[in-house]
């Protein structure tokens, strides 16, 4: 089993940056895949980015604003959010998966409880 513990988020300015973090727990050696997900109130959830291997992905609504990178060593995934917009706010879940990386929510295996990213000024 693992567990995913987010952390990180609260209020950001328009323009500003956050960093968000993912620490893992357990079983972390079945995990293969990762990636940082988002829901707005009243919508579906949504892909941010994914990291497999040294690959990444990103939505295009993040591309060049967002960096997910993953720490090894601490067993940590992360997300820079770089120049911040309003559009921005949402719950931002940390997803894992045993498996090669997927743009599904459905198929990851493992989710972090959430963490309340709000940009406004």
């Known amino acids: 089993q693992v567990q995913l513990v987010e952390s990180g988020g609260g209020l950001g300015q328009p323009g500003g940056s956050l960093r968000l973090s993912c620490a893992a727990y357990?079983?972390?050696?079945?995990?293969?895949?990762m990636g940082w997900y988002r829901q707005a109130p009243g919508k579906q959830r949504e892909l941010v980015a994914t990291?497999?291997?040294?690959?990444?992905n990103y939505a295009d609504s993040v591309k060049g604003r967002f960096t997910i990178s993953r720490d090894n060593a601490e067993n940590t995934v992360y997300l820079q959010m770089n120049s911040l917009k309003p559009e921005d706010t949402a719950v931002y879940y940390c997803?894992?998966?045993?498996?090669?990386?997927?743009?599904?929510?459905?198929?990851?295996?493992?989710w972090g409880q959430g963490t309340q990213v709000t940009v406004s000024s």
């Open positions: 357990g079983s972390i050696f079945t995990i293969y895949a």
């Open positions: 997803a894992a998966r045993r498996q090669g990386v997927t743009t599904t929510p459905s198929e990851y295996n493992y």
């Open positions: 990291i497999s291997g040294g690959s990444t």
